[in-house]
């Protein structure tokens, strides 16, 4: 079965940015797991595993604008301490959600604290960065009528973990 839409996907892989490290691999988290379709996954890895088969592999590489977007230095801002009330302890790497001014939710990082003020950064980890993925596709299977309707995969399985 070749992947189109409808199907779940199982994909091992590794991920490198463009100087070649590895950033995170299906060895240390397993297998990426998707319904293809869904819009789960970047558009460009997605158009990329279209059309493969169980045992393919292949090297995808993506641009900052194919992947998480370039780095904008408007994300990053210093806000008062005062501004996380009951967290006794801010650190570097700590996350937190936060409200644009629409009303939708951000996840921003921490980089930087100091007594009286919390550097946020609200671009993803990967913004700006090239990045490679080399996957080989180990299963493709028809969707069961429950992830179509919850509009993601369940597992390689197709059972939802409780």
Known sequence: MNIGKNCVVAADFQLYDGQGEMIDSSESNGPLVYLHGAEQLLPA??????????????????????GFGPREDELVERVPRANFPGVEEIGPGMRFQTQLPDGSPMIVM??????????????HELAGRDLRFELKVVEVREATPE???HGHAHGVDGSEAH
């Open 45 to 66: 890895l997605e158009a990329a595993l279209d059309g493969h088969a169980v045992g393919d592999e292949l090297s995808v590489a993506l641009t900052p604008e194919q």
């Open 110 to 123: 921490v980089t930087d604290v100091d007594d009286e003020y919390v550097t946020v950064d609200g671009n």
């Open 147 to 149: 992830e179509l309707a």
